[in-house]
């Protein structure tokens, strides 16, 4: 009989508990494409367990309840927006007017594109309207650091009211979302030059 070494019973003892992560990651996974292209209320668990080739007791062993997947789903949404708004195109701007314009250019280039189905998280917000929901807590935690980030970007931009700016942006932005679903040749491809005109009417002269 070959004498196991120590690095061999390591991968032995870490194998079962390694099996539950992978299981989660496969029903996060699924779940998320599943809940954006479908809309979180419309898919059911069995779908997302069938689509991620588990078992439904392996999903209740990792998520307490499908609110607390969605909520789940919609933190991992909200790290990707993250990554994505403040490197836009994989790229970090010093100016804040060009790091604003380099978002919006490439959502409005996203919006009119086949399949696209707006920001999860104001969807989510959407089909959840009790603010004791997890997946309504998630998103309404995140639009209000979005709105003071965009306040922020709006005051390095030297506007007159940043306040006002920023909520403008987020307006614009909340409707490229919006709109961005309902036509491929709708308004969002205005969205950069709406935005350049907003950002141009509210920063200081000289």
């Given amino acids: ?4 070494g120590p690095s061999q019973m390591t991968k032995k003892a870490e194998k079962p508990a390694d099996a539950p992560l992978r299981a989660a990651d496969r029903i ?9 292209r479908e809309g979180i209320r419309a898919v059911g668990v069995d779908e997302v367990v069938d689509r ?21 789903y919609l933190r991992d949404y909200d790290l990707s927006f ?3 708004f403040e490197r836009p195109g994989g790229k970090a701007y010093s100016n804040a007017r060009d790091h604003v314009l380099a978002y919006v250019s490439q959502l409005s280039s996203r919006a009119v594109a086949k399949g696209y189905r707006g ?3 104001s ?4 089909e959840y309207p009790s603010r004791d929901n997890p997946a309504r807590q998630v998103a309404e935690a995140h639009k209000k650091v979005f709105r003071k980030r965009l306040r ?9 009211q940043p306040n006002v700016l920023g909520d403008a942006l987020l307006l614009l932005i909340e409707g490229i979302y919006v709109t961005g679903q309902q036509s491929e040749d709708g308004p969002a491809q205005s969205a950069l030059a ?12 000289g």
């Fill in 123 to 126: 969807n989510a917000a959407v």
């Fill in 119 to 121: 920001c999860g998280l």
């Fill in 82 to 84: 993250w990554e994505n």
């Fill in 152 to 160: 922020e970007l709006a005051a390095a931009m030297g506007a007159r």
């Fill in 28 to 36: 996060r996974a699924s779940a998320s494409e599943l809940f954006y």
């Fill in 1 to 4: 009989m070959p004498k196991v």
């Fill in 52 to 72: 991620a080739g588990v078992t439904k007791p392996s999903l209740y062993r990792s998520f307490a309840s499908k609110d607390d997947l969605a909520a789940a």
């Fill in 194 to 205: 709406a935005a350049k005109l907003l950002i141009d009417a509210s920063v200081k002269a």
